[in-house]
C-alpha cells in the first residue's frame, strides 16, 4: 500500500505548521460561508430585498455545502490534492469578482449555492489532509471538532470583521478582502503540497447525481418553509404548504434511491442505531441553545450603540473558550477518563449556568466587563460539548458506511441552524409584543412616574428651541424608543429563561434516560424468560 505523500519534504519538519495551515485553509474556504452572518441589514439594503430572501441566499450556501459533500470526498480520492483545492480556490476567487457586479437578489441566492459547491470541496480537501497529519484514534472526532468549530469561531469573528468593512467603507469592498484572503491562501497551498499525493485512484463511477440533486431540492425547500413560515403563517399559505411537500417528498426519494443503489449517495445503515438518532437530536438542540448568544451580540450592536471594536474583544472572548474547550476535550486524556455521558452533563451545565448568568445580569446599560465572563463560559461550554458530541453521533455508525455520518452531521447543523433564525425571528416577536402590551397597560395618565418622564423630556425640548407641541411630540416619541428598548430587553430575557428550561429538561433526560431504559430492558428481560 502507497504512503501518501500530501506535503513536501522540508514542511514534515513543522507538523504544527502544517495542523495550522491547514486550519487556515480550512478557514478560507468558511470565510465565503459566513461573511454576510452580521451585515445582513447591509444586504437586504444593497439588494432592496425582504430579510427572508436574504436568510435564504445565507442558508442556500448551507445547503450547497450539504448536497455537495458526498460527492466531494469521492473526488478527493480521485484528484490531486492540490490541484483539487487550487481549482475551488480559484472557483471561489471567481465567484467574488462576479458578486461585486450583482445587483439582483435572486442571482445573488444562485451564485452563493455556487459559493456551497466550491465551501464543499475546500472543507473535504482541507478536512482530508488534517486527517493525514493525525492518529488513527482522533482523526473522526477530532477533525470534525475542528471542522465544526472553525465554522463557529471563524462565523463569530469574519461576521463582525465584515461588519467593519461595511460600516466603514462600500459594502462591495468585502469581496476584495475575499479575494486577497483566496489568493494567499492559493499560494499557501502551492508552496505547501506536494503536485502528486501518491495515493491510489478510485475512479468516479456510480455517482448518484440524482439523489444529490433531490436532497439539495429538499434542503432548499426545508430553508424556505422555516424561513418563510412564521412571516406567512405556516400552512396558511399555499406556497408554504407545497415548498413543505417538496421537501418531505425530495428527502423520501432521495432515501428510497438509497435501498437499491450498490454505491449509495448516503448508507441507510447509518440510520439503524438509535444511538445515532440520540446523538443528532443532541447536536441540533446544542446548536439552537448556543445560538440564543447572537442576541448579545444583537442588543450591544444595534440597542447599545457598541464599535465595533469592543464587539470584536467580546467575540474574541468567546472564541478563546471554545478554543480551550475544544482543545482540553480533544486530548487523549481526557478522551479515554471521561465518559460521553459525563461530557454531555459538564456541557450542557456550564451552558445552563450561562444562561441563568445572562437572565440575572441582562440590563439596559450592561457593560463589556459585566460580558467577559459568562460570553468565555458559553464559548467553554460549546468546546466542551463539541467533541463528545461529535464522538457519540460517529461512533454510532457503522465502520463501512464511510462518510455518511459525517454528512448527516452536517446536514443536522444546517437544520438546526435555520429552526435558529426561525424560532428565535418567532420567540422575539412574540415577547417583544407581549411585553409591550404590558408596559403600555402600566402607562396612564394616573401614572406618575410616566408623566413626569414626559414632562422632564418637553422641558428639555423646550430649553432647545422647540416649540410646545413638537416638544410634546418629541418627549411621547423619546418615551416610546424607551418603550421599545424595554421590551426587546425583556423578550430577550424570556428567550434566556426558555432555553434555561430546555436545558433542565434535557439535563433530567440524560441523568435519568439510560438507567430508567435499563430498569424497563431488564423487566422486559425477566418477563420473557418467564
Known amino acids: 500500500m502507497k504512503t501518501p505523500t500530501y506535503f513536501k519534504p522540508w514542511t514534515l519538519q513543522w507538523p504544527w505548521g502544517i495542523r495550522i495551515s491547514l486550519v487556515l485553509i480550512l478557514a478560507t474556504g468558511i470565510v465565503q460561508f459566513v461573511v454576510f452572518a452580521m451585515t445582513q441589514n447591509y444586504v437586504v439594503a444593497y439588494f432592496g430585498a425582504e430579510p427572508q430572501e436574504v436568510s435564504l441566499a445565507l442558508q442556500v450556501t448551507y445547503c450547497g455545502i450539504v448536497a455537495a459533500l458526498p460527492f466531494q470526498f469521492r473526488f478527493v480520492r480521485y484528484f490531486e490534492t492540490r490541484n483539487m483545492l487550487a481549482t475551488a480556490l480559484l472557483a471561489s476567487m471567481l465567484l467574488s469578482v462576479c458578486h461585486i457586479f450583482v445587483h439582483d437578489i435572486y442571482i445573488f441566492i444562485f451564485l452563493r449555492l455556487l459559493t456551497g459547491f466550491a465551501v464543499s470541496a475546500i472543507a473535504a480537501a482541507a478536512l482530508t489532509l488534517l486527517f493525514s497529519v493525525l492518529t488513527p484514534d482522533k482523526i473522526p472526532t477530532v477533525g470534525l471538532s475542528v471542522f465544526f468549530g472553525t465554522v463557529l469561531c471563524s462565523g463569530v469573528i469574519i461576521g463582525i470583521l465584515g461588519a467593519w468593512v461595511v460600516g466603514n467603507m462600500e459594502w462591495k469592498n468585502i469581496y476584495y478582502y475575499m479575494i486577497m484572503i483566496q489568493f494567499t491562501t492559493l499560494v499557501l497551498v502551492f508552496f505547501l503540497l506536494n503536485p502528486h499525493n501518491n495515493v491510489k485512484k478510485y475512479p468516479l463511477y456510480q455517482l448518484d447525481w440524482t439523489s444529490g440533486t433531490f436532497n439539495l431540492i429538499a434542503l432548499v425547500s426545508f430553508a424556505y418553509t422555516v424561513l418563510y413560515g412564521p412571516a406567512r403563517d405556516w400552512f396558511d399559505d399555499p406556497v408554504i404548504v407545497c415548498s413543505a411537500i417538496v421537501s418531505i417528498n425530495s428527502f423520501g426519494l432521495m432515501l428510497y434511491r438509497q435501498s437499491f443503489l450498490k454505491r449509495p449517495y448516503i448508507h441507510l445503515d447509518t440510520f439503524r442505531s438509535l444511538n445515532f438518532y440520540v446523538g443528532i437530536i443532541l447536536l441540533m438542540l446544542f446548536y439552537v441553545v448556543k445560538d440564543s448568544l447572537n442576541l448579545v451580540y444583537a442588543y450591544c450592536s444595534a440597542t447599545l450603540q457598541w464599535p465595533i471594536e469592543r464587539l470584536i474583544m467580546l467575540a474574541l472572548c468567546n472564541v478563546s473558550g471554545i478554543v480551550l474547550g475544544i482543545w482540553t476535550m480533544a486530548q487523549s486524556s481526557v478522551l479515554k477518563v471521561i465518559s460521553n455521558k459525563t461530557a454531555f452533563i459538564m456541557g450542557f451545565s456550564v451552558m445552563l449556568i450561562y ?40 461512533a454510532s455508525a457503522p465502520m463501512y458506511t464511510g462518510v455518511s455520518a459525517t454528512v448527516m452531521a452536517t446536514m443536522a447543523r444546517f437544520a438546526s441552524s435555520v429552526i435558529s433564525v426561525s424560532a428565535f425571528f418567532s420567540m422575539q416577536r412574540y415577547y417583544n409584543l407581549l411585553n409591550r402590551q404590558v408596559l403600555l397597560r402600566n402607562l396612564t395618565e394616573y401614572d406618575q412616574n410616566f408623566t413626569s418622564r414626559i414632562s422632564q423630556n418637553a422641558v428639555s425640548y423646550q430649553y432647545a428651541g422647540f416649540t410646545g407641541g413638537q416638544a410634546q411630540t418629541l418627549a411621547i416619541v423619546e418615551v416610546s424608543k424607551s418603550l421599545t428598548i424595554q421590551s426587546q430587553l425583556r423578550a430577550s430575557m424570556n428567550v434566556f429563561m426558555l432555553m434555561t428550561g430546555i436545558l433542565l429538561l434535557l439535563l433530567a433526560i440524560i441523568c435519568l434516560a439510560p438507567p430508567v431504559f435499563r430498569m424497563f430492558r431488564n423487566l422486559l428481560g425477566q418477563n420473557s424468560d418467564k
Open 355 to 394: 444562561h441563568l448568568w445572562m437572565y440575572f445580569s441582562y440590563s439596559g446599560d450592561i457593560s463589556f466587563s459585566e460580558l467577559i465572563a459568562p460570553v468565555f463560559l458559553q464559548g467553554t461550554a460549546c468546546g466542551v460539548l463539541f467533541v463528545p458530541i461529535i464522538r457519540f453521533v460517529l
